[in-house]
């Protein structure tokens, strides 16, 4: 069965730091890899996808992704952090039933 | 630019009563589920469709009912509503093409049960 692990609940940085969020995945066949972001009393928001190809994946207000298919991870990052990205970060796998595989969210806090 | 569309926005139970959360979404797509997200913690998928007429359970179904009578709404019905339920409700949808798609999510119900 599939399945996403985020070690870290929590991850704070300095604002113009870089930020990396990390996950780290287990599936069977092919991974396609998702991050979405929760803001506050908001819904999940997609930032990212990878599916094929290559393994630098770029998304919305800056982040990016690197799939590593040896360490079956897919990290989340930023050259550099705002305060404005302190929100609830979710990592995600679909499987071949289509359905969702949620990772259980890291909160990061961009500090001024 | 309605995508998935959640009602209602804040609802308080009372212990064994019952409710709807509505869910409607525009985009034409055949994938849609229920999730709920406790504090602090991540998704739980409760029920999916993968198009009109079929359901299935997720992880955590008891409790809950669902039916999709159409492609653009997938209701769930709590029965007897218990404490345990008091959650962040998300309805989502996904087209059905490839497994690459992403998923698109509602604002979220927020669900208090007393």
């Known amino acids: 069965a599939q399945s996403v692990a985020q070690p870290e609940d929590q991850v704070n940085v300095a604002e113009g730091n870089p930020l990396t969020v990390k996950c780290t995945y287990s599936v069977s066949g092919n991974p396609y890899l998702f991050w979405y972001v929760q803001y506050p009393n908001r819904g999940l928001q997609f930032l990212l996808k990878?599916?094929?190809?290559?393994?630098l994946v770029k998304g919305s207000y800056g982040f990016e992704a690197e799939f590593n298919k040896s360490q079956t991870s897919f990290h989340l990052k930023k050259p550099s952090a705002l305060v404005s990205d302190s929100a609830l970060y979710f990592c995600a796998v679909r499987d071949y039933g289509q359905n969702f595989v949620f990772g259980p969210g890291t909160r990061l806090s961009v500090l001024p | 630019n309605a995508g998935v569309t959640q009602t209602p926005k804040f609802r308080i139970l009372k212990i064994g009563q019952s409710m709807t959360l509505q869910c409607t979404q525009d985009?034409?797509?055949?994938?849609m589920y229920w999730y709920r997200q406790d504090p602090g913690m991540g998704l739980k998928l409760i029920y999916y469709s993968v198009g009109a007429g079929i359901t299935d359970k997720g992880e955590v179904p008891n409790g809950y009912n669902v039916s999709r009578s159409t492609t653009e709404d997938f209701p769930l019905r709590l029965e007897l509503a218990a404490p345990s339920q008091t959650s962040v409700y998300f309805c989502a949808s996904s087209p059905q093409t490839n497994s690459g798609n992403t998923i698109y999510f509602g604002e979220g119900s927020w669900l208090t049960v007393v």
């Open positions: 985009m034409n797509h055949n994938y």
């Open positions: 990878y599916i094929t190809g290559d393994n």
